[in-house]
T-cell receptor
Framework: KNEVEQSPQNLTAQEGEFITINCSYSVGISALHWLQQHPGGGIVSLFMLSSGKKKHGRLIATINIQEKHSSLHITASHPRDSAVYICAVPNYGGSQGNLIFGKGTKLSVKP | DAGITQSPRHKVTETGTPVTLRCHQTENHRYMYWYRQDPGHGLRLIHYSYGVKDTDKGEVSDGYSVSRSKTEDFLLTLESATSSQTSVYFC????????????FGPGTRLLVL
């Protein structure tokens, strides 16, 4: 079974700061997911990546398959980025689309 | 938006009573999932379905059953609710290349007294 560890658990930043959230996993995977959970509870998928880097607006996700590690970066952070960020990797080979989720990183961006 | 709704959105019930949560999707996706989310834990898979009448257990399936008689509906039943089943329940579907990306419903907050 894949194990997923995220760090830090909690993160407080000032508006404008560069944010990094880390995710490590124990078993080799084909793809990794980053999700965002808004304070109201809704969960949205941000990225799915298999290698290298993906960028969407101020969010950048990178993955190093050999080191079993991924990072989510937020540039020029804003209070609306305040949310829980969750990393997820496939389970049981991922053939059924099953995922194992990290416990999340709670980000708070202060104005 | 993958057209996923959950009902009810909030429920308070008493220990020992049966509870059924409904997940409804409008886009004919084959794979559907039920998760629970608790403080200190990541989302944990309860059951999933890979088609009508085809379901399988996840990592925390004890005390739960599911049914899928139609593609669009996936029901989660707590046969006899316990306080340990107080949680937020999320339904999800998977789509995209190799069904890798999951899309979540809005969640149901369940309180078992």
């Amino acid at each position: 079974k894949n194990e997923v560890e995220q760090s830090p658990q909690n993160l407080t930043a000032q508006e404008g700061e560069f944010i990094t959230i880390n995710c490590s996993y124990s078993v080799g995977i084909s793809a990794l997911h980053w999700l965002q959970q808004h304070p109201g509870g809704g969960i949205v998928s941000l990225f799915m990546l298999s290698s290298g880097k993906k960028k969407h607006g101020r969010l950048i996700a990178t993955i190093n398959i050999q080191e079993k590690h991924s990072s989510l970066h937020i540039t020029a952070s804003h209070p609306r980025d305040s949310a829980v960020y969750i990393c997820a990797v496939p389970n049981y080979g991922g053939s059924q689309g099953n995922l194992i989720f990290g416990k999340g990183t709670k980000l708070s961006v202060k104005p | 938006d993958a057209g996923i709704t959950q009902s009810p959105r909030h429920k308070v019930t008493e220990t020992g009573t049966p509870v059924t949560l409904r997940c409804h999707q409008t886009e004919n996706h084959r794979y559907m999932y039920w998760y629970r989310q608790d403080p200190g834990h990541g989302l944990r898979l309860i059951h999933y379905s890979y088609g009508v009448k085809d379901t399988d257990k996840g990592e925390v399936s004890d005390g739960y059953s599911v049914s899928r008689s139609k593609t669009e509906d996936f029901l989660l039943t707590l046969e006899s609710a316990t306080s340990s089943q107080t949680s937020v329940y999320f339904c999800a579907i998977s789509r995209g290349p190799e069904r890798r990306t999951q899309y979540f419903g809005p969640g149901t907050r369940l309180l078992v007294l």
